[in-house]
Every structure is written in structure tokens, then in C-alpha cells.
């Protein structure tokens, strides 16, 4: 259907060609950053894997959740919708603040790392 619209139209893209045939495209499929020349380009490329480490492992249990929660909480299981004015309870006041509290370890590594080094 693509193809018959694109010809329809007298025009053809390579982008969809590229699309349809990923491996023909002469990009390079290489993922993450250049091998460091320096010694001291190696500390920043460790920690980097280290935090895209840790932001992972934070974005599949938040999207877990995420998911648990529209699955258990769905309007076909006949809950009721809380009215939240803002977060009032200790839980909601932690859930509020491990993000913070994330940051703050993160910027903590790094500025402890560079300052180290």
C-alpha cells in the first residue's frame, strides 16, 4: 500500500527504502561512545556505563509499576479514583523524594570522581 501511495504521488523516499532495508545502509551500527585516547578519558566513559546501568535498571522497575498499576487499577475493575490534593502520606512523600535523593547520589559520584582524579 506504501509503495502504490509513493508511486501514486510520483515520488519515491529513500527513507522508506532505508526502512524496508535496514542493512543496506552503509551507517555505522556501532552503539555507545569512541574508545577514549587518553588515560583519563577512561574514568568518564566508566561512569557513563555505570549510570546508563543504573537509569535502566530505574526505567524497567518504574515502567514495571507503571504497568502493574494500569493493569491492577483499570476503570473495568470498578475502582473508585482517589481525590489527591497533593502528597499528604509518608508513602507519597517518599515516592516524591527517591528521585531526588537519586539525583543527589549521582551528582555525588561525579563530583567525587573528578575531584579524586
Known sequence: MLHRCCLRMGAFSPGILALAFPS?????????????????????????????????????????????????????????????????????WLWAMVPFAILLFVVYALISQYCSS
Open 24 to 92: 543496506s545502509s552503509a551507517a555505522d551500527s556501532s552503539a555507545g561512545l569512541h574508545a577514549p585516547v587518553a588515560a583519563i578519558g577512561r574514568v568518564p566513559l566508566a561512569m557513563h556505563a555505570y549510570f546508563v546501568l543504573i537509569v535502566a535498571v530505574l526505567f524497567v522497575v518504574v515502567f514495571a509499576v507503571m504497568i502493574y498499576s494500569l493493569a491492577k487499577h483499570r476503570k473495568s475493575a470498578d475502582d473508585q479514583s482517589g481525590r489527591f490534593t497533593g502528597p499528604t502520606g509518608t508513602v507519597q
